[in-house]
Nanobody, 126 residues
Framework: VQLQASGGGLVQAGGSLRLSCAAF???????????MGWFRQAPGKEREFVAA????????YYTDSVKGRFTISRDNARSRVYLQMTSLKPEDTAVYYC?????????????????WGQGTLVTVSS
């Protein structure tokens, strides 16, 4: 699977952004067989889990700091996963990565994810 994230940019605190991740899946598998996740890495910090979504889109999981502000969704027909971010805070500033997991369980552990996109930078100004 090849993943391409987009949608990052500069936004003021309190603003919104929608990240998109396009998946290019090799023959023999389908996009809806992958759990999808979003992670982020701020300067000088380790990569951290943000949100994940199950194969059918019904199961979602968020880190506590983004609950109620971020929404993960997917469009299996278009092989895309999204992260709608609202009420953004300066501490949300990071490079955001989408990732795909061949396993069946929604996980926050980056080691469970098999494929990673290149990242898109989100900068939230105060």
């Amino acid at each position: 699977v090849q993943l391409q994230a987009s949608g990052g940019g500069l936004v003021q605190a309190g603003g919104s952004l929608r990240l998109s991740c396009a998946a290019f899946v090799a023959s023999g598998r389908t996009f809806n067989s992958y759990v999808m996740g979003w992670f982020r890495q701020a300067p000088g910090k380790e990569r951290e889990f943000v949100a994940a979504i199950g194969q059918n889109g019904y199961t979602t999981y968020y880190t506590d700091s983004v609950k109620g502000r971020f929404t993960i969704s997917r469009d299996n027909a278009r092989s895309r996963v999204y992260l709608q971010m609202t009420s953004l805070k300066p501490e949300d500033t990071a490079v955001y990565y989408c990732a795909a997991d061949r396993g069946g369980l929604v996980s926050s552990n980056p080691l469970e994810y098999d494929y990673w996109g290149q990242g898109t930078l989100v900068t939230v100004s105060s």
